[in-house]
């Protein structure tokens, strides 16, 4: 039976908490609540940008989406299929389908393999290719990240941090995965090198027919990059909308706090900067409420007794905010 929803990936209500180990010898054990209540959908070939400030929860969420953290509730469906349902093997085959490329690429590569042997060995794992066909595909996707095929005897260290995300990235390939999580797959490149990997994962997205869930916490990056932008705040999803919607008409003030951060390259439109006051709550101990009503200059009484619903405004874009709750 085909798949009648026209998402590739949908997440319902995910949560995920952290019991810390240091509350062993504790009555109560602190509970990091990293991820909570979170529900988003991404559409085929799409780009779905994830920002938020460090800690608020986005790589907990992107490896959520692929197991490699077991979620604490909740549902992921991947072309239909609840894939938290799934048992040992499915899950072997599910990761074929859903590729993570994180951050440090260096430290992800195991300096003892080759280039060659690096790439291969997914393709050993899931039988894809053997002898001359595995060379010719290791070839293949060397040249499809731009990288020399005679460096497929080289080692991590011979090359520099532009180059080995591009190994990260062909071995991410190597499967031919639908749905990649980048986890903030430029913050480690210098600024020089980092248009260079994201002009190539938009070519590769295009060419083969991709979908990104793209982590970071620079947007700039997601605005030359992504179509739709989700904000996170405290394990939350707080806004989500079109990348020009966002960037043109934010809602919420975490949002708007965001973007009044970042550098202003036409001086003719004046933002007002927002100062956001004191430091993001621990995720240990939220504020009842709204989560970001502690540090919000349009606080009101309700804020910090009642939780704003995630509501769809106008079109696409979606706000949790009691300025825009009361309105609608
Ligand atoms: N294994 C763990 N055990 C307990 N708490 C954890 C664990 N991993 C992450 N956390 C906590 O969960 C929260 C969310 O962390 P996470 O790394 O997902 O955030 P992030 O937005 O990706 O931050 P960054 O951009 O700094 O990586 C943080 O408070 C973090 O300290």
Same mark, same amino acid.
Do not use: W
């Given at each position: 039976?085909?798949? /009648?929803?026209?998402?590739?990936?949908?997440?319902?209500?995910?949560?995920?908490?952290?019991?810390?180990?240091?509350?062993?010898?504790?009555?109560?054990?602190?509970? !990091?609540?990293?991820?909570?209540?979170?529900?988003?959908?991404?559409?085929?070939?799409?780009?779905?940008?994830?920002?938020?400030?460090?800690? &608020?929860?986005?790589?907990?969420?992107?490896? *959520?989406?692929?197991? +490699?953290?077991?979620?604490?509730?909740?549902?992921?469906?991947?072309?239909?299929?609840? #894939?938290?349902?799934?048992?040992?093997?499915?899950?072997?085959?599910?990761?074929?389908?859903?590729?993570?490329?994180?951050?440090?690429?260096?430290?992800? +590569?195991?300096?003892?393999?080759?280039?060659?042997? #690096?790439?291969?060995? @997914?393709?050993?794992?899931?039988?894809?290719?053997?002898?001359?066909?595995?060379?010719?595909? #290791?070839?293949?996707?060397?040249?499809?990240?731009?990288?020399?095929?005679?460096?497929?005897?080289?080692?991590?260290?011979?090359?520099?941090?532009?180059?080995?995300?591009?190994?990260?990235?062909?071995?991410?390939?190597?499967?031919?995965?639908?749905?990649?999580?980048?986890?903030? @797959?430029? *913050?480690?490149?210098? !600024?020089?090198?980092?248009?260079?990997?994201?002009?190539?994962?938009?070519?590769?997205?295009?060419?083969?027919?991709?979908?990104?869930?793209?982590?970071? %916490?620079?947007?700039?990056?997601? %605005? %030359?990059?992504?179509?739709?932008?989700? !904000?996170?705040?405290?394990?939350?999803?707080?806004?989500?909308?079109?990348?020009?919607? +966002?960037?043109?008409? @934010?809602?919420? /003030?975490?949002?708007?706090?965001?973007?009044?951060?970042?550098?202003? /390259?036409?001086?003719?439109? *004046?933002?007002?900067?927002?100062?956001?006051?004191?430091?993001?709550?621990?995720?240990?101990?939220?504020?009842?409420? &709204?989560?970001?009503?502690?540090? &919000?200059?349009?606080?009101?009484?309700? &804020?910090? !007794?009642?939780?704003?619903?995630?509501?769809?405004?106008?079109?696409?874009?979606?706000? *949790?905010?009691?300025?825009?709750?009361?309105?609608?």
């Amino acid at each position: 039976m085909g798949n /009648p929803s026209p998402y590739l990936l949908e997440v319902r209500e995910l949560k995920k908490h952290y019991t810390s180990k240091s509350g062993l010898l504790t009555r109560k054990k602190p509970v !990091v609540k990293a991820v909570d209540g979170i529900s988003l959908n991404i559409r085929k070939g799409e780009i779905l940008g994830l920002v938020g400030e460090s800690g &608020c929860g986005k790589s907990t969420l992107g490896r *959520s989406i692929l197991r +490699l953290i077991e979620p604490t509730s909740g549902n992921i469906v991947f072309e239909g299929q609840d #894939i938290l349902a799934y048992g040992k093997e499915e899950k072997r085959m599910m990761r074929k389908e859903l590729q993570i490329i994180f951050q440090d690429s260096g430290a992800a +590569l195991n300096p003892r393999m080759t280039v060659g042997e #690096i790439i291969g060995a @997914p393709l050993d794992i899931y039988g894809l290719a053997q002898g001359e066909a595995k060379e010719r595909r #290791i070839n293949e996707l060397l040249e499809l990240v731009g990288l020399n095929k005679d460096y497929v005897n080289r080692f991590p260290h011979e090359f520099s941090g532009g180059q080995k995300q591009r190994i990260g990235i062909a071995r991410a390939l190597a499967v031919e995965p639908k749905l990649i999580v980048c986890d903030e @797959p430029v *913050s480690a490149l210098d !600024v020089s090198v980092r248009a260079q990997v994201l002009n190539l994962m938009k070519e590769l997205k295009e060419k083969l027919g991709l979908t990104y869930l793209f982590i970071s %916490h620079d947007l700039s990056v997601v %605005h %030359h990059l992504c179509d739709r932008v989700a !904000v996170m705040y405290l394990g939350k999803i707080v806004e989500i909308t079109d990348r020009n919607e +966002l960037y043109g008409n @934010p809602l919420h /003030p975490y949002t708007k706090a965001l973007l009044s951060a970042i550098p202003n /390259p036409n001086p003719e439109i *004046s933002r007002e900067r927002i100062v956001l006051e004191g430091d993001v709550p621990s995720p240990s101990n939220p504020p009842a409420g &709204c989560s970001f009503h502690t540090r &919000c200059p349009y606080r009101m009484d309700k &804020c910090s !007794v009642e939780v704003p619903i995630l509501l769809q405004t106008q079109g696409n874009h979606s706000v *949790s905010c009691h300025l825009y709750n009361d309105e609608h």
